[in-house]
T-cell receptor
Framework: LAKTTQPISMDSYEGQEVNITCSHN???????ITWYQQFPSQGPRFIIQ???TKVTNEVASLFIPADRKSSTLSLPRVSLSDTAVYYC?????????????FGKGTTLSVSS | EPEVTQTPSHQVTQMGQEVILRCVPISNHLYFYWYRQILGQKVEFLVSFYNNEISEKSEIFDDQFSVERPDGSNFTLKIRSTKLEDSAMYFC???????????FGPGTRLTVT
């Protein structure tokens, strides 16, 4: 599994766009990039997954440059309820049943 | 929206006792997992289960741990003789054949005294 590096913490204000970058220099050809979100005392929750270029859903966007050695999770107009830990995971997650290997994640704090 | 459920939400046990943590995965899912998170630390993979057998396990999942799918709906994690260091939040998750997304339950907080 490719090692990932992401900031330990980030601070933002309500209404701002937040971009969390993850480095994964050793990403393999079959690897996908997946982001999970975890609120205190809750289980992680899938946010978005991508392989290359850009993926967007109702919650976030994921930008992946051509070399795929990094990726950026973009949260538009955050609110207080977006305060959580965000995990970047890289692996062959197109294989059903793959174990998720979590790092320490990025703790996002949103204030008013 | 279908969800993974776990019982109990909090379990307190004495060191050396056996505990069984229960999970009801999403009904049409085929892959089941247990993870744990010690307070303030990262989420750690324990075991995955498919077709009534363990498909993958981590170093944490030693002989003290076992998993079972006793019927068509429940998925259990048993810790045979609990230690203080087993105190953690235990999360069950499930996924289907086609999606990569794993759905996590709310967790069981296990406190070993």
């Amino acid at each position: 599994l490719a090692k990932t590096t992401q900031p330990i913490s980030m601070d933002s204000y309500e209404g701002q766009e937040v971009n969390i970058t993850c480095s994964h220099n050793n990403i393999a050809t079959n690897d996908y990039i997946t982001w999970y979100q975890q609120f205190p005392s809750q289980g992680p929750r899938f946010i978005i997954q991508g392989y290359k270029t850009k993926v967007t859903n109702e919650v976030a966007s994921l930008f992946i440059p051509a070399d795929r050695k990094s990726s950026t999770l973009s949260l538009p107009r955050v609110s207080l309820s977006d305060t959580a830990v965000y995990y970047c995971l890289v692996g062959d997650m197109n294989q059903a049943g793959t174990a998720l290997i979590f790092g320490k994640g990025t703790t996002l704090s949103v204030s008013s | 929206e279908p969800e993974v459920t776990q019982t109990p939400s909090h379990q307190v046990t004495q060191m050396g006792q056996e505990v069984i943590l229960r999970c009801v995965p999403i009904s049409n899912h085929l892959y089941f997992y247990w993870y744990r998170q010690i307070l303030g630390q990262k989420v750690e993979f324990l075991v995955s289960f498919y077709n009534n057998e363990i498909s993958e396990k981590s170093e944490i999942f030693d002989d003290q741990f076992s998993v079972e799918r006793p019927d068509g709906s429940n998925f259990t994690l048993k810790i045979r003789s609990t230690k203080l260091e087993d105190s953690a939040m235990y999360f069950c998750a499930s996924s289907d054949r086609f999606e990569h997304e794993q759905y996590f339950g709310p967790g069981t907080r296990l406190t070993v005294t």
